[in-house]
DNA sequence: CCATCTTTGTGCACGCGTTCACAAAGACAT
DNA sequence: ATGTCTTTGTGAACGCGTGCACAAAGATGG
């Protein structure tokens, strides 16, 4: 027994599914695109279509906002828009940080999708005293020295952590004392917040390997016998059974 | 109907769980950075600890790849990193190339993530010829009109999509005529490929969303006043109908 | 007003992923 | 060698997410 049942349930979402609040976003972009060209109604199918998911998926997603569609016609386009986007809470203004403007801080202070629905890019913070002043994305980055007070000034409740990986958990630390509750970490490191706190984490580097891993099987299954001639050590370890698969493991570094 | 999108149930991992594949990048970040330091070996225990899952988890998803560690001691660091390596395809060597070298492209470009574990950046694409030649992490970005020479040349067959949304799924098809296979795109569009290619998304503005929603959700448990009568305009689902396009529906907030 | 047609909303079944809990396996001390 | 102790590997139960298939709801036309 090593440790004892700290066993949280989850986010207890009101009801609504984490799978289905993850596409959320997915289904306003795709209505977004329709209101624009002043499509008034859409059906289920056509709108599973341009989200690019399964159309009684989205039917049973509706269902948990509630009844917004009209048998025989479908949904209305404006009205859903707004029914989703105050569900996602994006009717409010959400001021964001950015802390860590290298590259990758740059340009999401330059990308134009946070300020299009409901983000704010509050402020720019960064460690080097070099970069305080510097107008990135048309606003001075501030020092980390004044972090708190940035975020109590503020009223900043989403921090993104763009940092190398040696000063996220630091920089993390700080962003939750000063009382940000919402972490997007796209350093390379396993943030540890305290309960409460939402992290989610963008890794450009794990998806390109799970791509990778995808990739080789392909590879793999035209070609098959090929790869695996690395010389190698015979390795008695290995006497398990791997299942149909034809894959011959045996070789093991010293 | 336009798209005859047949739909995948998921990709067929030759035994391993498309869950335990994506958390094997994890894994292996975690063991590297116990290989620095010279660990010889970790429990499982330790190891879930440090890559931020559950330790049964670990254990069950290791047991996928074969029977790797030493009951009564754990697994061996470096027989393990070696052998998720070899897993995720990552002993040899992928290039990919970036297409669309703004503020976001530039950022991956010069993100060390990729070069550090078996990827090498093989071009920079760009369809402004005003990018053309110009260096970006030292190296000349090319233009679009070369892609599929340089897809052929040098046997790319990860592609990275960071161009604006409209251009996305056009430099997709592109892409994937000239023999990419798998593709993570930063652009905020659902891409359509045929069978056989993989894409990973990655949605920076998805993600903040996501956020949002349970951000909102806290702030609405602590304070709880305002929830649905709160800004929106007085329409109902019943009175609500557009007219003959013209009008301006009133239903978007604030 | 009734019939028909379209599309939603959902009950249900199934499969995947997660977690528990424990037996088996090996290390280590005596 | 034998017993004890640690840690793996996994069977089994459970819960969530997905997709099918269909009844209910409403629009539309006669």
Redesign the pocket.
């Known amino acids: 027994m090593a440790t004892g049942?700290t066993?949280r349930?989850a986010t207890r979402s009101r009801g609504i599914?984490?799978?289905?609040v993850a596409?959320l976003p997915l289904y306003l972009r795709a209505l977004t695109a329709l209101s624009e060209r002043s499509v008034p109604t859409?059906?289920?199918?056509e709108?599973a279509a341009a989200a690019g998911?399964?159309?009684?998926?989205l039917?049973?997603d509706?269902?948990y906002l509630g009844?917004?569609?009209?048998?025989?016609?479908?949904?209305d386009v404006e009205y859903l828009v707004y029914q989703i986007s105050r569900e996602l809470g994006l009717t409010q203004d959400w001021p964001v940080v950015i802390v860590g403007i290298g590259n990758l801080g740059a340009a999401l202070a330059n990308y134009g999708g946070f300020a299009s629905r409901g983000f704010r890019v509050a402020a720019l913070i960064d460690a080097d005293p070099a970069m305080a002043g510097k107008p990135v994305a048309g606003m001075p980055v501030q020092h980390t020295d004044d972090l708190e007070k940035i975020i109590s000034d503020n009223g900043v409740s989403i921090g993104v952590i763009a940092t190398p990986a040696g000063a996220a958990q630091q920089v993390c630390d700080r962003l939750v004392a000063a009382g940000v509750t919402s972490i997007l970490n796209f350093a390379p490191t396993v943030l540890t917040v305290p309960d409460g706190v939402d992290v989610r984490k963008v890794d450009l580097s794990i998806e390109l390997q799970i791509l990778a891993f995808h990739e080789q099987r392909k590879a793999g299954e035209e070609s098959a016998a090929d790869a695996d001639a690395a010389a190698g050590p015979a390795v008695t370890k290995n006497q398990?059974r791997k299942g149909p698969d034809g894959d011959v493991p045996a070789v093991m570094p010293a």
């Open positions: 049942r066993h349930p599914p984490e799978a289905t596409r859409v059906s289920s199918e709108l998911v399964n159309s009684a998926k039917r049973k509706f269902s009844s917004y569609g009209t048998r025989g016609v479908g949904y398990h």
